[in-house]
């Protein structure tokens, strides 16, 4: 269930990250980091889910690897 789970996680954000975004500049990638500092960005919630969601991927695929570096040796 839980490798399901993974699975329906990674091909959801695979299907969100290839929406296409206007490029930011460098003075609002400042600002929406300054936001993100004192939690006043619109749809604060869910843009602190999706960090939240990537962050787990990104801990999913190194224990992926690791898992399949030790059932190689």
Do not use: P
Not at 27 to 40: I, P, Q, S
Not at 44 to 64: F, G, T, Y
Request: with cysteine; glycine share 0%.
């Amino acid at each position: 269930m839980k490798s399901y789970f993974v699975i329906m996680i990674a091909a959801m954000f695979l299907a969100l990250s290839a929406c296409e975004q206007k490029q930011q500049t460098n003075t609002e990638k400042v600002m929406d980091r300054v936001d993100d500092a004192l939690d006043r960005r619109s749809n604060e919630e869910i843009r602190d889910a999706a960090e939240d969601i990537s962050d787990e991927l990104k801990d999913a695929a190194k224990e992926i690897e690791e898992k399949t570096k030790a059932a190689t040796q």
